[in-house]
Nanobody, 119 residues
C-alpha cells in the first residue's frame, strides 16, 4: 500500500513563499492522481490543487496564480510551490493520491504538515 509523507511546512510572513514536498513509497507514484488539500481549524478539508498522472494541473480559485503543483514520477515526489502567501492560507496541508480500480476510487492520505502565515 502506498504511503505519503509531507514536509516543508512552517511559519512564514504574508507575501512569503513555501515549498511543500510529498514523498511516496510502497507503490509507483505514476498510477495516482495526486493532490494537495488543506484544512483550517473549524473548517472542512478542501482541495487546493491536483495533478493528473500525465502532469495536467488544476487549482482552486483561491490559489490560482499563486500556487504551483508539480510531480516527479521517477523520484516518487509531488510538490506544492506556494507564493504570495496570505493569512487565509493558514491550514494543515495534506498530500492525497487516488486511483480507480474496478470502478472504485481508492484514496490515500499523508499525515499533514502545518502552514502558518502570520506576521
Amino acid at each position: 500500500q502506498v504511503q505519503f509523507v509531507e514536509s516543508g511546512g512552517g511559519l512564514v510572513q504574508p507575501g512569503g513563499s513555501l515549498r511543500l514536498s510529498c514523498a511516496a513509497s510502497g507503490s509507483p507514484l505514476s498510477i495516482y492522481v495526486m493532490g494537495w488539500h488543506r484544512q483550517a481549524p473549524g473548517k472542512q478539508r478542501d482541495l487546493v490543487a491536483e495533478i493528473s498522472s500525465d502532469g495536467s494541473p488544476n487549482y482552486s480559485d483561491s490559489v490560482k496564480g499563486r500556487f504551483t503543483i508539480s510531480r516527479d514520477n521517477a523520484r516518487n515526489m509531488v510538490y506544492l510551490q506556494m507564493n504570495t502567501l496570505k493569512p487565509e492560507d493558514t491550514a494543515v496541508y495534506y498530500c492525497n493520491g487516488w486511483h480507480l480500480r474496478k470502478g472504485s476510487r481508492y484514496d490515500y492520505w499523508g499525515q499533514g504538515t502545518q502552514v502558518t502565515v502570520s506576521s
